[in-house]
């Protein structure tokens, strides 16, 4: 069965700021990457208005390059992995567990979607959906040691069931999530999309989160809390009280085109009050 190709690929690679298809080198990889968390940022709009999240490629192209909006891994990986595969690049897509935040040995449920690259023999992961943390550069697999990025530093553990990839946050090696190499299809997929945009307690399902980043900063929105946090620099925090507000902070500061939306902006309206 052929992958499905993109519809609109000279406009997406516009948006990363390529006139014209780049070679599939760890260069062009580590531009695309870096590039893409700074263009199309991590957002559960959708989740939050009680609509389907699609993440077939057409439904994510349509969203992504002709919406304004972003998306969370099921949509944004999906589309960076098919642009990746019309690139040339040896890629497919892989699933992990999201542990940030959680006590140490925690084993969670399967619902976070990334990428595997192989470039000359040496494997890396690639990640361009992982909210207030997503790496921001292509991370190799085979080694432990520390791997430096534009943001934080990150490294990979192998151990029995897989991978953990931790990042250093305030000189602590936190982990980030739990990963396998396991084929996947398009039902994994779709069961866990369906997962994390319906089940109750799911925390897409109760908050909003936001995300992107930019030269030496990284961008978050958690409900009504937005904070810029600067590599190396105390990080600037305000609480948004009001929905208008909150709306101005996701078009100016994310760069959301936020949709007409009664019932999303009830629920946003309540998230602030309840923060």
Known sequence: MSEPRLTNRALYLQRLGFDAPPAPTLDTLRQLQLRHT??????????????????DLPSIEQKILHEGRGGYCYELNCAFLALLQELGFDARGI???????QPEGAWTARTHRLS?????????????????????????LDTDAAQLTPHEPYRIERHEDGYTLRANVGGEWRPMYIFDLLRQEDIDYAVGNWYV?????????????????????????????????????ESERRQVTDVEEL?????????IRVP?????????????QAT
């Open 95 to 101: 699933t992990g567990r999201v542990v940030m935040g």
């Open 116 to 140: 595997q690259v192989t470039l000359d023999g040496v494997r890396y992961i690639t990640d361009v959906g992982f909210g207030g943390m997503v790496p921001t550069a292509p991370l190799m």
């Open 247 to 255: 709306i101005g902070v996701l078009e100016e500061e994310f760069g």
């Open 38 to 55: 700074g263009a199309f940022p991590f957002e559960n709009l959708t989740t939050l208005s009680g609509e389907p999240v699609l993440i």
């Open 260 to 272: 007409e939306h009664a019932g999303l902006k009830r629920v946003l309206e309540q998230l602030i």
């Open 197 to 233: 945009s319906t089940y109750p307690e799911s925390s897409f399902a109760k908050q909003l989160m936001v995300a992107r980043t930019g030269d030496g900063w990284r961008r978050t929105l958690n409900n009504g809390s937005f904070a810029i946090h600067r590599v190396g620099a």
